[in-house]
């Protein structure tokens, strides 16, 4: 394989779907994407010739990929920082690297430094594994039930979040997760009016750069429908979204990308979860922004100047296709595309399993009633098929 | 390397920037995109994984290739049709067929079967090896010089096609190339005001979409930029041209896409070359359609419903970029990216030799003179850099 003397390589540790779609931008750029996946049939490792099969949480696995690369990305935040501080020893750049990105890893760390940066979050506290129940119940009293209760590390897509009602549900849940050794917080559960995302880049020549305030939609702990921008949301709420974000950036020392997931209360807004490369809160940013989220990633992990986050559309809806349970998505195109020639499929190559992350759609557009409508149809209909009016009809 | 049971396998034939780009909408899709390369550094074979390096000459790397492809398709015109029938009659759907696509392969079989349907193109004759100079100064006598001299297969980027102004360069010329066994044809030098360009999709269940009429504007044989729609093009012109393409299409039995390249003339439209492909007038869709060529194509050779060729901006403006005398691009990108945000670069993975396209770049926007400044300059610094305010000075 060989690539003009001036082609920059860029690892992504990881082969999921943010690797993948990843992969677009890296084509346009003419940059060439290296994947480290853990098997060959990953979503990314399926549409990338430089794939290494491998573990990315061997260090071995990683100085071993990492070899040859001009910097070192990450499609999530499973690899162990002393890992990546051992890359970036032997003069790989990572970006994120290991400082920035032990704060979208933890989320206790990433709590206690933003409260000390005076970033707005919700009360938090550490559930020590003595005497567990009994901050919990204290916290609870300070707080209000019910509490969230978090594993600090590993959880995504509402895996490591509960919800504790009482303390009934405290002395049930607690000691058995302390037991599988899960490492605990709890925080106040915020009412809030709903949820929106601040999505930033930084490049290490120390360029910002602020995507509209999107609002997000949860079903279950996960992601359904992204609308952007956030309707309805004030100038004055949406320039303090991204300023909020740009300063966690750079107070952070992230390169790369930065989501920011934010409650809209009554009070203000209030940091819920960072996270250190493209989101599914940006997905809505292939056709709706003027510059992707993975082609604006990719240019800020290179330093290259960041592109225009113009929005191409008065408003853009994106929809996440959840696996139903008849595994033949290809079969439902026909109707989808047939039924709005407007709508973009997005598919990622994984085997569909019920109500998991296989795809997305989206719409853009002036009539956000009309797009939200056409991208729930959209998704429903690759996930349900001939089974989503019934499905529709019974809720 | 397993796929969901359900993802079709589209096999491409050559290893072009065309396929390169065919690649983006193939992740989008869940599409898996197989290319017939031929050298494992060839621009598509850089980015796809699923990559068979052979000659897509030979009738044995054929049939090897399109085993296991659900539909074979081209980025290139130069598989013989011998071998397209024969992938035909092996069960392998080819799309576009032999039938169709020896149109594109042979200037000759075009005009005599665009004539036939009563498509307007320009006066022709083919040049008979025997008495090929009285059959020249007969055409000239009739039409004018000077006359057009195109061999009748092989060309692209103006190579195959001559433009002799007298019969002295005639006597110099045809007898040369005859010698070489190139097969000739004249057409009158058509007086333009413009070229234009009709892009249009034809699925296998016989659906059609046309892309709004585009102005192709060509040095030296080479597109250099297309601005989408065609400034100032009356509706029933830019109708006729797309019923024009749509009907030769129809005419053909054209699977995939079809660009029409169009001579406007005082007496109206002609058509000059025809492609089955996704073509060098379309890379404007990327960005400035809803549905990029390079999706339709794929959507039309997998019978899939096509998508919405809506634009997505007033005015969107495509410049190639050429190879200029330094190579190394990629150092280019900083200054380009810093002076305009806005710009698309798209870049193909090729070596860069002088006047080779080795790229693109798409700007959008309302401002058509301004548009077409920052695609020209954009693309103007990526061949020359810092020299080009020289060059610039120099015109």
């Known amino acids: 394989m060989t690539y003009p003397a001036d082609t920059p390589v860029v690892g992504m540790a990881g082969g999921g779907q943010l690797a993948r779609m990843t992969q677009q931008a890296a084509i346009a750029l003419g940059v ?30 990683l100085l071993s990929f ?5 910097v070192v990305t990450f499609d999530h935040e499973h690899v162990p920082g002393p890992h990546i501080r051992e890359l970036e020893a032997s003069g790989v750049p990572c970006r994120p690297g290991a400082a920035a990105l032990a704060h979208a890893q933890d989320k206790l760390v990433m709590r206690e430094r933003l409260s000390g940066m005076g970033v707005p979050c919700p009360a938090y506290a550490h559930i020590p594994a003595g ?14 039930w019910p509490v969230v209760l978090k594993a600090t590390r590993g959880g ?22 302390l037991a599988e050794g899960v490492d605990l917080m709890a925080e106040r559960h915020v009412p809030f009016r709903r949820e929106l995302a601040a999505l930033v880049a930084r490049s290490p020549y120390g360029q910002g750069a602020a995507y509209p305030i999107v609002e997000t939609v949860q079903e279950g702990g996960i992601c359904t429908e992204v609308i952007a921008p956030a309707p309805g949301l004030s100038g004055d ?9 740009l300063a966690v950036a750079e107070g952070l020392g992230v390169t790369g990308l930065l989501a920011v997931e934010l409650f809209e209360t009554d009070a203000g807004l209030l940091v819920n979860e960072l996270a250190m490369r493209p989101h599914n809160s940006g ?48 079969s439902r195109y026909f109707h989808v595309m047939a039924h709005d020639p407007g709508v973009k499929v997005h598919m990622y190559g994984k085997e569909s399993r019920p109500g998991r992350k296989i795809g997305h759609v989206t719409v853009l557009g002036d009539d956000l ?13 690759l996930r349900w098929g001939k089974a989503l009016a019934e499905r529709e009809g019974r809720r």
């Open 32 to 61: 060439s994407l290296r994947v480290l996946a853990g098997a060959a049939d990953d979503s990314a490792a399926k549409v990338v010739s430089d794939v290494r099969v491998g573990d990315d949480r061997s260090l071995d696995d």
């Open 66 to 70: 990492a070899k040859g690369c001009d």
């Open 131 to 144: 005497g567990a129940l009994d901050v919990l119940e204290a916290f609870a009293a300070e707080h209000g």
């Open 156 to 177: 995504y897509d509402g895996k490591g979040v509960w919800i504790i009602r009482d303390s009934g549900e405290a002395a049930d849940l607690v000691p058995r997760l």
């Open 237 to 245: 709420l949406a320039a303090e979204a991204q300023r909020l974000a």
């Open 283 to 330: 997905h809505w940013t292939i056709e709706g922004a003027r510059t992707s989220q993975f082609e604006q990633h990719l240019r800020a992990v290179l330093d290259l100047p960041l592109g225009s986050t113009e929005p191409t559309a008065r408003y853009t809806v994106m929809a996440n296709v959840l696996g139903g349970d008849d595994p033949d998505v290809h």
């Open 369 to 381: 009633a009309d797009l939200r409508e056409r991208a729930r149809h959209a998704a429903g209909y």
